[in-house]
């Protein structure tokens, strides 16, 4: 089979740019995606938070959202005011249902394959599954497989927690207001960590223990750390309806981009996710959109960089410096959200702000531990 775009991994990026594709109606282009698990979101569940403004097309399907979020660092806690935009959150069932139906107007192809090498000639890709068979041949790959930095950097940390969709039956929770970082839970030796509850009702909330640190934990681990966090918030014997768990990569090592002529990394494996917050959605639906914008204008869908380098430069300092335990990061974050307005630290994150703004925050943290840290990173 030939088509003009093959998406090699079907998560949260081909997802995504599936649906962007189909907004962008190009007429008459062959697509197909490759995943042994096919397009269905089964095994590949889970909820997405990130901010944004005021109106997102993503509103109809938005799990929750608020406009305020709590901050409890070293020094109290504190509410960040995040109007006109908002801190929200989508469960990846319907992205992915959006996705199904972007499928089926696109008349993609579903092929159910671990795809295990690309055979780029320059002018076309042929994906060979593990027995080496070619199950298709693409003129572009956008390729999401899990995929490790090419150049390690100097710290690999993930961002490693567990999530509880509890119920309760009385009303214990406020969904107007969520809580962002509460670094009330005991701190690792190495790393950091912290607890965060994002009310979807008065009666059902998704908290979850979070650690950024270079492992993860066991299970026990993680639920005992769990426990003890909602002890800190009174929440005794609550149902747990689901559980969410995950590890995402949080390093200053470079993530190759365009591994070769037809085939372009996105998602985690192309560098989408932030290396000092773990942060990725927002990222893969700009460079969604930006793929779909240039195959509608007739470009190669390559699409820039998810973060500016002066920004993964900054990151890299942040993540060093709280790696050698220069800086302790509730400080830091703390600091950040004090000296700042919450919304400018929040483009910072999602990388959408400008050299003076970015002049603004590097002035707001701890100084002389972080250019000590900036003198022993190079990128
Ligand atoms: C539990 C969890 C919660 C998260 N929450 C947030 C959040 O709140 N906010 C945020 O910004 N980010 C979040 N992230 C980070 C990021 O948004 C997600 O990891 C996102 O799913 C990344 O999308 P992706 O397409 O890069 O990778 P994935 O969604 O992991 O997709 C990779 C795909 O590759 C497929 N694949 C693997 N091997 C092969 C193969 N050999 N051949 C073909 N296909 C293959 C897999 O089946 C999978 O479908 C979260 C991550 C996790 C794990």
Redesign the pocket.
């Known amino acids: 089979m030939e088509v003009d775009l093959a998406l090699?991994?079907?998560?949260?990026?081909?997802?995504?740019t599936l649906i962007e594709l189909a907004k962008a109606a190009v007429p008459d282009l062959r697509v197909a995606t490759?995943?042994?698990?096919g397009l269905l979101d089964h095994?590949?569940?889970?909820?997405?938070?990130?901010w944004t403004g005021a109106v997102d097309d993503l509103d109809p399907v938005l799990d929750a959202q608020w406009p305020a979020v709590d901050l409890h660092g070293p020094s109290g806690v504190r509410r960040l005011d995040l109007s006109p935009g908002r801190y929200a959150?989508v469960r990846?069932e319907p992205i992915f249902a959006q996705a199904l139906q972007a499928a089926d107007r696109l008349g993609s192809v579903t092929i159910r394959?671990?795809?295990?090498a690309l055979v780029d000639d320059g002018s076309s890709v042929e994906i060979r599954?593990?027995s080496g068979t070619a199950v298709a041949a693409a003129r572009w790959v956008l390729d999401?497989?899990?995929a490790r930095p090419v150049k390690p950097g100097h710290t690999f940390w993930l961002?490693h927690?567990r999530?509880w969709w509890v119920r309760s039956e009385a009303a214990l929770f406020d969904p107007a207001s969520a809580v962002l970082m509460d670094f009330r839970t005991p701190q690792p030796a190495r790393g950091v960590s912290f607890g965060y509850v994002l009310p979807t009702s008065a009666h059902t909330a998704l908290i979850e223990y979070t650690e950024f640190s270079p492992a993860r934990l066991s299970d026990d681990a993680y639920d005992t750390a769990l426990t003890a966090y909602m002890r800190l918030w009174n929440l005794n014997d609550l149902a747990i309806e689901e559980v969410?768990?995950?590890?995402?990569p949080m390093t200053d090592g470079v993530f190759e981009r365009r591994p070769s002529a037809r085939v372009v990394r996105?998602?985690?494996?192309?560098g989408?996710?932030?290396p000092s917050?773990?942060?990725?959605?927002?990222?893969?639906r700009r460079q969604a959109r930006e793929i779909a914008e240039l195959i509608r204008t007739g470009r190669d869908p390559v699409p820039s960089a998810a973060y500016p380098r002066r920004h993964l430069w900054m990151d890299a300092v942040a993540l060093h410096a709280w790696d050698s335990g220069l800086v302790a990061a509730p400080e830091f974050f703390e600091r950040l959200f004090q000296r700042n307005p919450a919304e400018r630290v929040l483009r910072f994150l999602d990388g959408r702000t400008t050299p003076a703004e970015e002049f603004s925050l590097m002035a707001s943290t701890p100084l002389l531990p972080m250019m000590r840290a900036a003198a022993r990173v190079t990128v």
Not at 8 to 16: I, Q, T
Not at 113 to 116: E, L, N, V
């Open positions: 090699v991994g079907f998560g949260g990026a081909a997802a995504l490759v995943d042994p698990a095994g590949k569940r889970r909820t997405w938070a990130f959150m990846s394959a671990s795809a295990a599954d593990e999401s497989r899990p961002q927690f999530g969410e768990d995950g590890a995402i996105i998602g985690t494996a192309g989408a996710t932030r917050t773990g942060y990725t959605f927002s990222a893969m």
